[in-house]
T-cell receptor, first 112, second 114 residues
Framework: RKEVEQDPGPFNVPEGATVAFNCTYS??????FFWYRQDCRKEPKLLMS???SGNEDGRFTAQLNRASQYISLLIRDSKLSDSATYLC?????????????FGSGTRLQVQP | NAGVTQTPKFRILKIGQSMTLQCAQD?????MYWYRQDPGMGLKLIYY???????DKGEVPNGYNVSRSTTEDFPLRLELAAPSQTSVYFC?????????????FGEGSRLTVL
């Protein structure tokens, strides 16, 4: 089982739609959570951190559920420019790892 | 601002050849990382460094070597290239430890081993 699992998609949605992605993680000894965005054939870039109480950044809302070990990303009023792959990223603490663990990503395609 | 710069952007190698992927950052970050990304997969950590002179293995270090003689540079050496090393390689850096700060990535180096 992968440590960080995401539905690969693609999620095809019309402009203006609301779309949500979930990501599950296998290890409860995890401290920090992030969503990164990766455009086609480009490098990943930080979209937002995920805080325990949930947080919002414009049209984007991130939530964390530690009991069920998942995080989510909600995008409201989707734009064509939101088309990208969204990577769920977790910082695991238990094995002394010194770097983030990335999910395989969920691809979003926003249609005109 | 240059950020993280990787060279080359593209390279084709023959089996058994060796090469070095260059990575430089101008943000005075202590932490640097090499990841590889295969199609449809997440990024896998190859090596990382917490400062000049200090490196350590990540999840998939076999077939690679690194050095960190300066804060700015973190080259990745491929010895005896194999088809399994065909991938996109990303170098990244961060000011703070990975769980507390943003990772800044280079544009990637696409390597094909034939």
């Amino acid at each position: 089982r992968k440590e960080v699992e995401q539905d690969p998609g693609p999620f095809n949605v019309p402009e203006g739609a609301t779309v949500a992605f979930n990501c599950t993680y296998s290890n409860s000894a995890s401290q920090s959570f992030f969503w990164y965005r990766q455009d086609c054939r480009k490098e990943p870039k930080l979209l937002m951190s995920v805080y325990s109480s949930g947080n919002e950044d414009g049209r984007f809302t991130a939530q964390l559920n530690r009991a069920s070990q998942y995080i989510s990303l909600l995008i409201r009023d989707s734009k064509l420019s939101d088309s990208a792959t969204y990577l769920c990223v977790v910082n695991f603490l238990d094995t002394g790892r010194r770097a983030l663990t990335f999910g395989s990503g969920t691809r979003l395609q926003v249609q005109p | 601002n240059a950020g993280v710069t990787q060279t080359p952007k593209f390279r084709i190698l023959k089996i058994g050849q060796s090469m070095t992927l260059q990575c430089a950052q101008d943000m005075n970050h202590n932490y640097m990382y090499w990841y590889r990304q295969d199609p449809g997969m997440g990024l896998k950590l190859i090596y990382y460094s917490v400062g000049a002179g200090i490196t350590d293995k990540g999840e998939v270090p076999n077939g690679y070597n690194v050095s960190r003689s300066t804060t700015e540079d973190f080259p990745l050496r491929l010895e005896l290239a194999a088809p399994s090393q065909t991938s996109v390689y990303f170098c990244a850096s961060s000011y703070r430890a990975p769980g507390t700060g943003e990772l800044f990535f280079g544009e990637g180096s696409r390597l094909t081993v034939l």
